[in-house]
């Protein structure tokens, strides 16, 4: 099956009243649990995880993988009107986006946004359509040495990158990883069936559950971070329909930055990073440096809104790559669609194409058609979002916290699930506070069973012998990145230590794409 | 709503705060990770190891569990000797909320089992909102309620999602 032939395949699939449903509701949810606060794309994917396990494979993708992308969209929305960024990935549109509220211009802002969240996320995944045939071809050659290094080293890689706060050093990245890791052990082995670290509880020989440990970690933990903060008194202008319309020099200032947004944010989806939010960096310092007047950044240039909003989509959309290719999820909430997945009895991977394509290009084209949803409407409900972002805290968080309690409860009916989910929003609080990173934490819980399935099987062809780990050219390139990750950290480390004490500065409070 | 870049408090005017010391903190949080992973090579080490050649069930956990032995003692190293750097818990009302909702959470947690969902969240949803506002406190209380009760509802009738039950 070419892939022209697999796409328009998947479409007829998708064309069905529940997968036609499933992408209304999952790119409405999303957008909404972008503009609520308290809610980001990962604990509002892992409140609908369960119900994803009652219906089919196809569905519980679309579900969750619509959360993804209009949570994207949605925390944008809160970044033009109110200036306080929705998810890490939205920080860029506050830059030059709020500005453009301010002069006036949230209409044309958000339509901006959407047109561009439309081109990138449809550019991306004809990238994908393209692409999956080859690279799936590709890593059917992979063996157990290759997919050991992918989880493992790109564990150890996302770790670093969007670890824990700049200048907190390696222990601070690698300890929530190793956390996650050491909860994705307990429960019942694999080999011999015998259970690990239950002591002696029934309850506990499921292992922990994800999306109770991600709720509390991702959605209890903001919810305490925001009674932290007085309550806002910038209240969110309503945006009339006949304000939407950008002028014909916006549209023209905004299609470049497009187009160069979605190649950056494709291109940087397939890597083991927090892709939404460094792509939507990235292609603002491009725009800035290539523009030829720079000096209007940060003051509404549409370039700095345009471009790393169009990033930020087509990243979302580029990471379904390494997840149904490589079944390795390189974020947070993509490794809750891998659970999503793996639930129903389908592991992702590069046979996936070969062997399921009606899924493959089912989930595919259904993300089209998540995408149009979104597009068309996204900006006519502008201001039911506006009001969305008036409702009182005081109303909004026991809401959250009843769904939450429901989403924890139902994955298995057990309660010691939704105490996990308790358990985890006292962890990630003080985690959050303490710069340390969460998502390599929940990352290392979905995957960690996977690394050590990989090493054993390695170690049991290649007769227990440690040498074998890099014996292929792919394995051993990914070892040589993350060592050169850990030299690389520890000169510029040394460095920005021998800097702070030359300038007297204190350390940055950085943490890069924990919402993803 | 997250953001990826924390402004100190004291500097963006937000809440009342006060300053903790991260280093300090961080010394804590090691030593504790410290000792669980101690605890989980013990408890790994009952666990039958196998070789290299035949791994048992407990051969990767021990190695995860010195690994993150090997990680809790980087973070207490890092932490003696990085330079002085402050965080911020919250005090006066701000302190008053966190408290309020977490106490509240825990006994809405402890009462499920006993109460079932729909005596608890509604209960929860209306303690709640009336102890985080001083405005309208009987509206939102109200309102609230109803949501959660709704929501509830929904959850059970359309998604067939099973609420726990009281014990009666």
């Known amino acids: 099956m070419s892939p022209i032939e697999g796409f328009l395949y998947g479409l007829g699939l998708s064309l069905s009243p529940d997968i036609l449903i499933a992408a209304l509701v999952a790119g409405l949810a999303g957008t909404l649990i972008g503009v609520l606060p308290g809610l980001g794309p990962v604990a509002g994917a892992s409140l609908l995880l369960p119900i994803t396990f009652a219906y089919e494979p196809a569905i519980g993708i679309i579900l969750i993988m619509g959360v993804y992308m209009g949570a994207q969209y949605g925390g944008s929305t809160t970044s033009i009107l109110l200036g306080i960024p929705g998810e890490a990935s939205a920080i860029p549109a506050t830059f030059d986006g709020f500005p453009m509220a301010k002069k006036g211009r949230a209409g044309p802002a958000l339509v901006i946004v959407a047109i561009g969240a439309f081109i990138a996320s449809t550019l991306s995944l004809l990238a994908v359509t393209f692409s999956a045939p080859f690279v799936s071809q590709f890593a059917t050659k992979f063996t157990s040495v290759e997919f050991f290094a992918l989880t493992a080293g790109g564990l150890f890689l996302l770790a670093r990158i969007s670890g824990a706060q700049a200048g907190a050093g390696?222990?601070?990245?690698?300890?929530?990883?190793?956390?996650?890791?050491?909860?994705?052990?307990?429960?019942?082995?694999?080999?011999?069936?015998?259970?690990?670290?239950?002591?002696?509880?029934?309850?506990?020989?499921?292992?922990?559950?994800?999306?109770?440990?991600?709720?509390?970690?991702?959605?209890?933990?903001?919810?305490?971070?925001?009674?932290?903060?007085?309550?806002?008194?910038?209240?969110?202008?309503?945006?009339?329909?006949?304000?939407?319309?950008?002028?014909?020099?916006?549209?023209?200032?905004?299609?470049?930055?497009?187009?160069r947004g979605s190649?950056?944010?494709?291109?940087?989806?397939?890597?083991?990073?927090?892709?939404?939010?460094?792509?939507?960096?990235?292609?603002?310092?491009?725009?800035?440096?290539?523009?030829?007047?720079?000096?209007?950044?940060?003051?509404?240039?549409?370039?700095?809104?345009?471009?790393?909003?169009?990033?930020?989509?087509?990243?979302?959309?580029?990471?379904?790559?390494?997840?149904?290719?490589?079944?390795?999820?390189?974020?947070?909430?993509?490794?809750?669609?891998?659970?999503?997945?793996?639930?129903?009895?389908?592991?992702?991977?590069?046979?996936?194409?070969?062997?399921?394509?009606?899924?493959?290009?089912?989930?595919?084209?259904?993300?089209?058609?998540?995408?149009?949803?979104?597009?068309?409407?996204?900006?006519p409900l502008v201001s039911i979002w506006v009001r969305v972002l008036r409702t009182p805290r005081h109303i909004l968080l026991p809401i959250i916290v009843v769904f939450a309690m429901i989403g924890s409860f139902s994955v298995n009916n057990n309660m010691i699930d939704v105490y996990v989910m308790l358990a985890m929003g006292v962890v990630g609080y003080f985690f959050r506070k303490l710069g340390f990173g969460l998502a390599a934490l929940l990352v290392g819980l979905v995957i960690g069973p996977l690394i050590e399935k990989y090493f054993l099987q390695s170690m049991l062809v290649s007769h227990g012998d440690i040498s074998y780990l890099i014996s292929t050219p792919v394995a051993a390139i990914i070892w040589i990145a993350v060592v050169a990750s850990i030299v690389w950290s520890a000169i510029s480390g040394v460095r920005k230590r021998r800097r702070r004490v030359k300038d007297g500065q204190p350390v940055a409070l950085t943490t890069i794409g924990e919402d993803e | 709503m997250t953001s990826a870049i924390q402004v100190p408090r004291s500097e963006s005017g937000e809440g009342e705060s006060f300053d903790i010391s991260v280093p300090r903190w961080r010394l804590g949080v090691g030593l504790i990770g410290l000792l669980a992973f101690i605890g989980y090579v013990i408890e790994a080490l009952r666990l039958e190891p196998g070789s290299l050649t035949e791994p048992g069930p407990g051969l990767f956990p021990i190695i995860i569990g010195v690994g993150g032995i090997v990680a809790a003692v980087f973070v207490v190293i890092e932490a003696l000797r990085a330079p002085m750097t402050t965080t911020t818990l919250p005090k006066g009302r701000q302190a008053k909320d966190v408290i309020f909702f977490v106490v509240g959470l825990l006994l809405a947690v402890l009462l499920l089992p006993i109460l079932g969902m729909f005596i608890v969240a509604p209960i929860y949803a209306a303690v709640t909102a009336w102890g985080l506002t001083t405005k309208h406190r009987i509206r939102g209380a109200i309102i609230s309620a109803v949501l959660v009760l709704g929501a509830a509802y929904a959850f059970t009738e359309f998604l067939e999602v099973r609420l726990p039950q009281p014990i009666w």
């Open chain 1, 263 to 379: 190649v950056i944010g494709f291109l940087m989806g397939l890597l083991p990073i927090p892709s939404a939010t460094m792509s939507a960096f990235t292609s603002y310092r491009v725009e800035q440096s290539i523009s030829k007047t720079p000096e209007r950044f940060g003051k509404g240039a549409v370039q700095g809104l345009a471009g790393p909003e169009a990033a930020n989509a087509a990243a979302a959309v580029g990471s379904m790559v390494p997840v149904l290719m490589l079944g390795l999820p390189f974020s947070a909430t993509l490794a809750i669609a891998i659970a999503a997945l793996i639930v129903q009895g389908i592991q992702p991977g590069p046979l996936l194409v070969t062997q399921q394509p009606e899924l493959f290009w089912t989930v595919i084209a259904s993300l089209f058609i998540v995408n149009i949803v979104l597009f068309i409407l996204n900006v």
């Open chain 1, 170 to 259: 390696i222990g601070a990245s690698l300890l929530p990883m190793f956390v996650g890791l050491g909860l994705a052990m307990v429960g019942t082995d694999p080999t011999q069936g015998s259970f690990r670290f239950t002591f002696g509880q029934i309850d506990l020989s499921l292992g922990f559950d994800l999306a109770s440990v991600a709720v509390g970690l991702y959605g209890i933990s903001e919810l305490i971070m925001m009674l932290e903060e007085k309550i806002s008194k910038n209240r969110a202008r309503a945006v009339k329909l006949r304000e939407l319309v950008p002028s014909k020099s916006e549209l023209r200032q905004a299609s470049f930055p497009w187009v």
